[in-house]
């Protein structure tokens, strides 16, 4: 058996624990210290429920994370943000260690006037808002046209309403910041924009509505990082092209969605485009596909897995031959080469 690490951050990756354990390896799990009752309740019932030669826990922060990265193991595998990402490659490449990291990043949501609003605007906010926006696929920005974003924004409006009724804070179906600094990097943003919908926000319950921010420009903080929370802007472009260009000139993403009805601007999409995948219709929703491999591109991620995909990441395909020892018909691969040699071994090969 192998020894694999894996770090999480946030929501975890269980489906990455379970493919390398499938795959016949131990597994070192360092859930993250952001999320501690989750870190806590790993730590409490994987050692109750599975074999404690092949299963453990680390919890801690920075340097236990540290003193993890420094021992030699056969895989590591991490999910979080490109910069600490760089750490644990850095950390990897000192014992030559393969890893698997799934990076995040700004995944834009493409929509074509063509399409049907109400609901893509329905589709938009489930995917954006699920965890109060703090999901790795979640739709970080809305490029549209400007006549399509206006129609765009009661419709969203409308659909945070429907989702989680008129005040998101009674809603039990609506999550809270999962820390205050994280609260506070986000509601800096909410003036990078006109506010469509949301921007209510408590700092003492690390609450923040459901927003969409609308006249957002390019070059505005909110368009600068990843924002993994509530905030959703909406970015005009002019046609489709500009909307490739746009996308182009930025990181790879880990996903990459699109509504629209015409199948050239679907081929168009996928052939002029990097991402570490691509949805039409339905944001997220790949992430639940275990026939599908999950991961990024360039900044956003190396490797995949999910399912069989999470079996091959996990495995060494180990290369193994063996020849009996009689009769010995290397001897015909032996010198001296003669040209009776060279028939019979043409005619065997």
């Known amino acids: 058996m ?42 409490r019932l994987l050692p109750a429920y599975l ?124 999550g809270r910041i999962i820390t205050t600094r994280h609260f506070d990097r986000l509601t800096a943003l909410l003036a990078d924009g006109r506010v469509v919908a949301g921007a209510v926000h408590d700092r003492q319950r ?26 959703l802007p909406i970015v005009t472009v002019t046609d489709l092209d500009d909307a490739i260009r746009f996308v182009n000139a930025r990181d790879k993403p880990l996903s990459l969605y699109a509504f629209t009805n015409s199948g050239q601007t679907r081929r168009r999409i996928l052939a002029e485009t990097s991402s570490g995948a691509v949805g039409f219709g339905l944001p997220a929703a790949h992430l639940s596909v275990p026939g599908l491999p999950f991961g990024g591109v360039g900044e956003s991620g190396i490797g995949a897995y999910h399912g069989r995909h999470s079996i091959d990441t996990f495995s060494h395909r180990k290369a193994v031959l063996s020849k009996p020892l009689a009769p010995d018909t290397m001897r015909l691969a032996y010198p001296p080469h003669t040209r009776i040699k060279a028939r019979l071994l043409h005619l065997i090969s």
């Not at 929509?111 to 965890?131: P, Q, Y």
């Not at 924004?153 to 429907?162: F, G, H, S, V």
């Not at 609450?207 to 929370?229: K, N």
């Open 51 to 174: 074999d404690p030669e092949a299963m453990a826990v680390v919890q801690g922060a920075v340097a236990e994370t540290t003193a993890l990265l420094q021992q030699r193991f056969d895989h590591i595998f991490y999910t979080g943000n490109a910069a600490v990402g760089r750490i644990v490659m850095t950390a990897a490449a000192r014992h030559l260690t393969p890893v698997t990291l799934e990076l995040g990043g700004k995944s834009p949501v493409i929509v074509d006037r063509d399409a049907d609003l109400v609901t893509a605007a329905r589709r938009i906010a489930w995917s954006k808002f699920l965890n109060a926006g703090q999901t790795c696929v979640a739709p970080d920005y809305l490029l549209t046209d400007p006549h399509t974003a206006q129609r765009l924004e009661p419709l969203l409006a409308a659909a945070i309403t429907d989702l989680y009724g008129p005040d998101p804070s009674t809603s039990p179906d609506y």
């Open 2 to 43: 192998a020894d694999w690490l894996s770090h999480s951050r946030a929501a975890g990756r269980p489906a990455s624990m379970v493919g390398a354990l499938a795959a016949g390896n131990c597994v070192v799990a360092k859930p993250s210290e952001l999320a501690p009752n989750t870190s806590q309740t790993m730590a």
């Open 206 to 231: 690390r609450y923040l509505a459901p927003t969409v921010l609308a006249d957002v420009s390019p070059d505005t903080p909110v368009m600068r990082e990843e924002i993994f929370g509530p905030i």
